[in-house]
């Protein structure tokens, strides 16, 4: 039986990038889909893709309920697919820089808004013995990236709370794993070069095509960048892989190898 055809794929942070990209492809791999974005953007990738979408916001433990109680109303949900990911769109180096109120609503995104959606998700999948979960981390909650602590850390907090997730549902048939993209060119990348040029003068910032190679050169043993599709297809792979749990999936053109 096919893991993803005709069965109910629900996409977190699906209005755009990242996102938007898994939706597109479990679209074409023939899922039965619900997308769910604070984001009204959500509507129109859920209008091209002819599937359902709702409005939440992943911090809302209450609006989350609600959205697994509409999902599983339409039909019983095989896949969540945890897609949020925010930077502080500030910079380290040091960390110290950064003020301590700058955490608070990283962690609340990337690690409680999945711990959130796993809670609301989670009964009725072990209850049927079946089902995946994939969430979004990133290969700066594996080394500690300098560039911005707290979504480094709330990345690796999630890291943690997957490999939980996995080990508590494997009796129940139910699986978790966690794709960490590298250096995707994506607005959040913008962002990145953004805070991290600012203390430049501006006669010595480069410019984001030179700051993005140069960061590639010095990181990525590939020297390109990842694209929304390398994840989008990782995702496809971490729903049908039924023997695979508890990993972390890197697509980083070899960056952790490096160390």
Known sequence: MSQIANRHAVVFGAGRGIGAAIA????????ELTLVDRDQQVGTVAAELNCHSLRADVTDWDA?????????GQ???????YAVGLGSGKSGFPFWRMAPSDW???FE?????????AHAFVEPMVQRGDGSFVLLASVSGQFGARNDPPYSAAKAALINFGQ?????????????????PGIVDTPMQERVYRANVARFVEA??????????????????????QTVEDIAEAALYLCR????????LNVDGGWVQKG
Do not use: S
Not at 169 to 176: H, L, P, W
Not at 241 to 248: D, F, I, L, S
């Open 24 to 31: 597109r492809a479990l679209y074409d791999a023939g899922a």
């Open 64 to 72: 989350v309920q609600a959205v697994a109680a509409k999902c599983e």
């Open 75 to 81: 039909a019983p949900v095989h896949h969540v697919l």
């Open 104 to 106: 608070k609503g990283i």
């Open 109 to 117: 995104v990337n690690t409680l808004g999945a711990v959130h959606v």
């Open 164 to 180: 939980v997730m996995a080990m508590d549902m494997a009796e129940f048939g139910v699986r978790c794993n966690l794709i960490a």
């Open 204 to 225: 010595q910032r480069p410019d984001y095509a030179t700051w993005m190679q140069d960061k590639l050169n010095v990181n990525v043993p590939l020297r390109r960048p």
């Open 241 to 248: 892989a039924v023997n695979v749990t508890g990993q972390v």
